[in-house]
């Protein structure tokens, strides 16, 4: 191949995303429907895309805010709110491994809030730790640590709902059995853990649940030393500490939780459905446009056939088209989802939020739909016969 | 006489003709056309119809075990906030029910949510599950199966199973026995019930083998969850739910079921993000249906102006086209709602199986997805024959 049969090829492509331009620009009230129609249906693919992760990211959400490098757990594990208990001592048992810097516990247990709106007792989420140890990456906890350390003394994330009554520090607040004064807010998200979450040290949650020993623990985070490679390290503790525990390295947790959301509940189906059809309505929002485009510029197409071009050249011209709808539409579309993300986190408290591989994958997926609208709209196109035409 | 009535009715019914006709051929005009149209409107309907599905299944879910419980009037704590909570109230509160006139019987409900796993007898790992219980001699739930097995969920240890549950459980395949909590139970039988977005899969037991699960404070007997209260045939339920009221201490909330069903709806509607999730994507179906159909017919209108035009010019009034037009438009509509409707049926079931949600086609599913259809196409109509109405006939040629 020479340098001129290169550059005409260039030329020819150029040309062919000219053509494809001035169609689409030559009626432009229809056009801007057929951008709206694509505009929509790549919304509701990022809409429900932002729901099908949100919800194990809604799972995920206390261990993003933990600092581990490791999570040990008891081989009953099923989800973070069902972890199951496991003995104290493997904690001291992996505190005492070469790797380890620190092995904390965390309690978690469910509680009566007796002092809700309505004299309803909504059921509260509580979570005992020890204040001394500061294992969230939340600034809000860390500050107010230290009031944990009076007895009966909780924070209250801020997310909990209104039907707990007001969360004003101060408030005494009766839990289960006992008054818990309530000692600061902070922001977390309660995810799926329930419709309140309260933080309070261990002396305290022994106290809220008298029937539970601190001998058995829910979640222990583990934190290695610098250096330390998590999955030599992870392979290590299950060594040491036999098969009754579970050692997640953060890879693995996501991938467990992410895996517990999509396939034991109805979330998968329920989003994945959606998915599916907002894309199959989006190839017909794309085809509906070519067909009309490619049926009212027949004769056109027959007369570019009659002077010579060739088919497939006339099928390109049909995909850069429908490849322009949706480029074009995207844009907006993207924007739109940013914002109905935003709506969708203050409404919901579901963590959805944009990233590059969703993008990605959405871009990828309009591009698809492209092209199979324009390959069932290229039927039409077979029929423009320069013979019939004058 | 007959046959003279049979004409006027043909005519009357024919009638419309006069101007039917032009909307339903212009429709068939160009069968490829209406194939995509019909496919384009027809799957925006579907995804309409596949999120109503989703929220009615979400709300049916939480609802279908309130529906099953067999009472005129429930009593439970005034505190508890929804139904799938434990918040037990003490048995001796039935007793006093029961005194009160017009009550014909009264009987415990247990169930607990969070507290009782499961074996699956099959992997031998176990799962939360929920649990209900009640007196054998004294049935409260609506589950047939459940009314058939009564004698032996009266013996000790023994369990029936929900064969809808989720599968993981193990509990659609005829185990003869599993644990609860450490406790071997032997199955008796199962039934269908699904779960709910709480809970995986359900177990029904009798109330001796509640107790030895789940005791009372202080190794007592365990505490009621709801008091299922039948009145009798001749009284008036507003004079007993208000008798009982005063006869029960204000820790105990007297309801209807429609009271009990109203609570744990509005409760759902308030805290899930069901709501707002699967409105959303309505809505999003609803104005994508219109963008398409608004396509459709303003493609349709500018191909058919000359011939609008013309019959303007030869004096057909403007109103009469713009009938045309909307009547185009709910063909239109219809030719997409029509295959959607059965589309979404067979979906309904499969997700359904698949995901055990209670999904149904129901009458005003039907409706209100034929009403939004006919909005959507009917809205982008109006806004459409703008054309028509300018059609000079004098510029067409």
């Keep these: 191949m020479t340098e001129g049969e290169v550059g005409l090829g260039r030329v020819r492509r150029a040309a062919r995303v000219w053509l494809a331009w001035r169609i689409l620009t030559h009626d432009k009230a229809r056009t801007i429907l057929a951008i709206a129609g694509v505009f929509m249906a790549i919304l509701l693919i990022f809409v429900e895309l932002g729901f099908f992760f949100a919800v194990p990211q809604g799972g995920m959400l206390l261990y993003d805010n933990l600092q581990f490098d490791l999570l040990m757990t008891s081989n009953r594990y099923e989800y973070q709110a069902q972890p199951g208990q496991f003995p104290r001592g493997q904690l001291d048992r992996a505190r005492a491994a070469p790797e380890v810097a620190q092995a904390t516990a965390l309690y978690f247990g469910s509680a009566k809030w007796r002092s809700g709106e309505d004299g309803k007792s909504p059921d509260v989420f509580v979570i005992g730790l020890d204040p001394r140890r500061p294992i969230f990456k939340v600034d809000a906890i860390n500050r107010q640590l230290a009031v944990l350390e009076q007895l009966d003394t909780a924070l209250v994330d801020s997310a909990t709902r209104p039907m707990f009554g007001p969360l004003t520090t101060g408030r005494i607040v009766k839990i289960g059995d006992r008054n818990v004064t309530i000692g600061g807010r902070y922001v977390l998200g309660t995810g799926f853990m329930g419709l309140g979450v309260t933080l309070v040290s261990e002396q305290s949650f022994a106290r809220l649940f008298p029937y539970r020993s601190l001998d058995l623990v829910n979640l222990g985070p583990i934190q290695l030393k610098p250096g330390v490679d998590p999955d030599q390290a992870a392979a290590e503790l299950r060594k040491r500490l036999g098969p009754d525990t579970l050692i997640f390295t953060r890879g693995e947790l996501e991938a467990r939780e992410v895996a517990y959301w999509t396939t034991r509940t109805s979330v998968g189906l329920i989003f994945g459905s959606g998915l599916i059809i907002s894309f199959v309505v989006g190839i017909m929002v794309v085809y509906q446009t070519l067909a009309t485009q490619v049926s009212r510029q027949l004769p056109q197409f027959a007369t570019l056939k009659a002077i010579g071009y060739r088919e497939r050249s006339l099928d390109g011209t049909v995909i850069t088209i429908s490849l322009l709808i949706v480029i074009v539409g995207f844009v907006p579309a993207l924007a739109a989802a940013l914002g109905i993300y935003s709506v969708i986190r ?18 990828v997926a309009t591009l698809v739909m492209a092209s199979i609208s324009a390959l069932l709209s290229l039927g039409s196109l077979r029929r423009a016969d320069p013979a019939e035409l004058f | 006489m007959l046959s003279w009535t049979g004409t006027s009715l043909l005519r009357r019914l ?6 039917v006709p032009l909307a339903w051929r212009n429709l068939l005009a160009n069968k490829p056309r209406l194939l995509r149209s019909s496919g384009g409107i027809g799957f925006a309907v579907l995804l309409i119809l596949m999120q109503l599905g989703f929220e009615r299944a979400f709300f049916n879910a939480a609802l279908e075990i309130i529906h099953l419980l067999d009472g005129d009037i429930f009593l439970q704590s005034a505190s508890k906030y929804r139904f799938a909570t ?28 969070f507290d009782v796993f499961w074996k699956n007898p099959f992997d031998g790992k176990t799962f939360l599950v929920r649990v209900f219980a009640f007196d054998p001699d004294h049935p409260v739930l609506r589950l047939p199966e459940v009314k058939g097995r009564l004698a032996q969920l009266g013996d000790p240890d023994t369990a029936m199973v929900d064969r809808h549950a989720r599968r993981f459980l193990g509990m659609d395949r005829g185990a003869a026995q599993s644990e609860l909590n450490g406790l071997t139970v032997r199955i008796v039988g199962s039934f269908s019930l699904g779960p709910d977005f709480e809970s995986d899969g359900t177990v029904v037991i009798g109330d001796r083998t509640y107790a030895k699960l789940l005791p009372g404070p202080g190794g007592g007997p365990p505490g009621v969850e709801a008091g299922v209260i039948k009145l009798r045939a001749d009284s008036d339920p507003a004079a007993v739910q208000r008798a009982l009221r005063a006869a029960l201490p204000p820790g105990i909330a007297v309801l209807t079921k429609e009271q009990l069903l109203e609570l744990e709806r509005r409760f759902q509607a308030d805290v899930s993000s069901a709501g707002p999730i699967f409105a959303m994507g309505t809505l999003v179906g609803f104005v994508v249906g219109m963008l398409i159909a608004y396509q459709i017919i303003y493609t349709d209108l500018t191909e058919q102006l000359p011939q609008y035009a013309t019959m303007k010019a030869i004096g057909y009034r403007t109103s009469y086209l713009i009938r045309v037009v909307l009547e185009q438009a709910a063909f239109t509509g219809l030719a997409g709602w029509i295959p959607a409707w059965f589309l979404s049926v067979l979906l309904y079931r499969a997700v359904g199986e698949l995901a055990l949600l209670p999904m149904r086609m129901t009458a005003d599913l039907t409706l209100i997805s034929l009403g939004l259809t006919l909005g959507m196409c009917l809205i982008s109509a109006i806004l459409a024959v703008r054309r028509v109405i300018a059609a000079d006939p004098a510029e067409v040629f």
């Design chain 1, 346 to 363: 203050d409404e919901t408290l579901l963590p959805v939020a944009m990233t590059w591989p969703r993008l990605a994958a959405v871009f």
């Design chain 2, 14 to 19: 024919w009638r419309p003709a006069r101007f």
């Design chain 2, 86 to 113: 434990r918040d037990p109230f003490s048995r001796g509160e039935l007793d006093a029910a029961r005194a009160v006139s017009g009550v014909a019987s009264a009987w415990p409900f247990y169930a607990d949510w």
